[in-house]
């Protein structure tokens, strides 16, 4: 398949770009592998769709206060990006300027701190930070990096809504979108009702914004994400198979994480990076469900999706959520996908 087989048609107005009121307000289509029809339902409906041995699999990831501003020596304004913390004091970063500053040069960032251009890697400037951490930088000058898809600047409410409840390890500089939509009281219902939770790290880069160029999707190369799945983790999935429950990832994330770990179809504990890429034609291996948010056309996501639940489903799902009005993206509704049935 090639990149162009996965666009499909999206008025701008359906683009979500605040959050509902309430985490567990939005709507939730339902795509059941066996059934190509699609269901809607609410998103607090979800509880009536798990079984009392599945095992839902969360992103415990925190998104960081990632994007600063400053100027150049020269005086020319800049806007920076952490992508990833290499220690206290040294990042790799994006770095927005109107012309790019050269190793060597210093930028300063609001509160008159400076941080000095050490080099590139790729397309990303390492930076060392020359009088504070960049924890503390962040913490007193950094902005929630919202998607290139909402259109405003960051708000008081981005700094909570922005956050699963769940969200502990910081080093994220985008939301496991799927996990937005669960509240404390949707949590303690499912907790009554026996569903295990367990959790997983990855922290998501602006990579997963990036859009894939190449038409013929062999020659993608999928962008590096750092994650963590512990051995506990395995022995909650291992025990979920025992008991005849299923594995129930919590955003693509979660999805990603499990089936990189999985070594010749066994989850085995796994800490690093990943590259996989998964489209129509991949073999799942853990996965049996997932909750996802919606995503852009001819993104990697929606491949991913697309190789779950099915390609004809899937566009037909879409389609489906264009004509319903659903909203879409980080701050949209959701899907509940079972795994295609296959013979």
């Not at 609001?110 to 990303?124: C, F, Q």
């Not at 001819?298 to 659903?326: D, K, P």
Request: hydrophobic residues 40%; neutral net charge.
């Amino acid at each position: 398949m090639r990149r162009s087989d996965f666009h499909y048609e999206l008025p701008p107005e359906l683009i979500a770009q605040y959050p509902l009121p309430e985490r567990s307000g939005s709507r939730l289509l339902v795509l059941d592998g066996s059934d190509p029809r699609p269901r809607d339902r609410m998103f607090i409906d979800l509880p009536e769709l798990l079984n009392p041995h599945d095992l839902l699999v969360f992103n415990n990831t925190r998104v960081m206060r990632a994007r600063l501003f400053g100027h150049k020596e020269t005086g020319g304004r800049v806007e920076i990006l952490i992508e990833r913390l290499l220690d206290a004091r040294e990042a790799l970063a994006q770095v927005r300027a109107a012309k790019s500053p050269k190793p060597g040069s210093r930028i300063r960032v609001t509160d008159g701190a400076w941080l000095l251009v050490v080099g590139r890697e790729g397309d990303l400037f390492r930076l060392r930070a020359l009088e504070s951490d960049f924890s503390e930088q962040m913490a007193r000058h950094g902005h929630i990096p919202l998607p290139p898809y909402i259109q405003r600047p960051d708000a008081v409410c981005d700094e909570s809504r922005y956050q699963t409840v769940f969200a502990r390890c910081a080093g994220a500089i985008a939301a496991p979108t799927a996990g937005l939509h669960f509240d404390e009281p949707l949590l303690a219902r499912l907790d009554a009702l026996g569903i295990a939770r367990a959790e997983i790290t990855l922290h998501v880069g602006a990579g997963t914004f990036q859009p894939v160029r190449e038409e013929d999707l062999a020659r993608h190369h999928m962008h590096s994400e750092w994650l963590e799945v512990t051995e506990g983790v395995c022995e909650q999935v291992e025990k979920t198979r025992r008991l005849g429950g299923r594995v129930i990832a919590v955003g693509t994330t979660s999805v990603r994480s499990l089936e990189t770990a999985a070594d010749e179809w066994i989850l085995r504990p796994f800490r690093g990076e990943t590259r996989l890429f998964i489209r129509p034609g991949y073999r799942f291996k853990v996965v049996d469900a997932m909750i996802t948010n919606f995503h852009l056309p001819e993104s990697t996501l929606f491949m991913l999706v697309a190789a779950f639940s099915g390609y004809t489903e899937i566009m037909n799902a879409y389609r489906h959520a264009v004509e319903q009005r659903y909203r879409f993206f980080s701050y949209g509704d959701a899907m509940f996908l079972t795994r295609r049935a296959t013979g």
